[in-house]
């Protein structure tokens, strides 16, 4: 059986879940959030230790401004609502994106890190405003500022997920098969798996399917 520690997730698949039920892409991304807490609360159950999840890219500012203000008010609103929760639940908040965001949203992204800093049960990286891109070109510049050597070990400790261990598993929603400039360093062993479920559809039980199925699979690391 494989361990399970870190779980990737691209939450694709709201704004046409949205379009669908209820005529408007924001509605989607209203009901993605319950399909989020539902994975939290199966991923203290299965124990996992690190839960990443995809939830605005460097390129979706590319989106309409309506569209862009309802996700960040949507997530100001779960962290007003929720972060005690979390915090109760022994959940590590962290942001790994560029924090360059308004104000208000940045005070309350940095107090919600640093109140649930020491917590230890479950890792969320919230990936917002992450492109994995620009993070290999920081940490190579980071690299020549250092005068550092260029290998593994002194790329991997300046990206954003530095001290974190590389996901096991990858999900990606919604039906399409590609990263869009998700982790491609870190997934370069991963197992991936493409659901064709739009995330407000995707559930605790698909979740621990695909755990299930994950801890069986012949990791070879190119090996035999
Ligand atoms: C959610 O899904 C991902 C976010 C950027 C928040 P989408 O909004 O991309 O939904 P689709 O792919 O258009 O259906
Ligand atoms: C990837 O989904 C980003 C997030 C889930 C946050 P997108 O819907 O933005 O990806 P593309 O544009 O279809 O590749
Ligand atoms: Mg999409």
Redesign the pocket.
């Known amino acids: 059986m494989n361990p399970l520690n870190h779980v990737a997730i691209?939450?694709?698949g709201n704004?046409r879940w949205g379009l669908k039920y209820k005529r408007s892409r924001n509605s989607g991304h209203k009901a993605g959030l319950n399909t989020v807490e539902k994975i939290i609360k199966e991923s203290l159950k299965q124990k996992i230790k690190y839960l990443t999840l995809?939830?605005?890219?460097t390129?979706?500012w590319k989106r309409p401004k309506n569209e862009i203000n309802y996700l960040f008010n949507l997530l100001e609103n779960f962290l007003v609502n929720k972060i005690n929760k979390l915090h109760e639940q022994n959940i590590k908040l962290k942001i790994i994106g560029n924090k360059n965001l308004s104000k208000k949203l940045s005070k309350l992204l940095s107090k919600s890190e640093k109140k649930t800093y020491f917590n230890s049960k479950l890792q969320i990286n919230l990936?917002l405003n992450?492109g994995s891109k620009i993070e290999l070109l920081n940490a190579f510049k980071k690299i020549k500022r250092n005068n550092e050597k260029i290998n593994e070990k002194n790329l991997t400790k300046h990206l954003l997920t530095k001290n974190i261990p590389d996901p096991e598993v990858l999900i990606r929603t919604?039906d399409?098969k590609?990263l869009?400039?998700?982790l491609l360093w870190q997934l370069a062993y991963t197992e991936i798996f493409f659901v064709r479920k739009l995330?407000p559809d995707f559930n605790e039980v698909d979740f621990v399917k695909i755990i299930k199925k994950f801890k069986t699979i012949k990791r070879n690391f190119g090996s035999i």
């Open positions: 691209i939450m694709d704004g995809y939830a605005f890219s390129e979706n990936a992450y919604g399409t590609r869009s400039n998700f995330w």
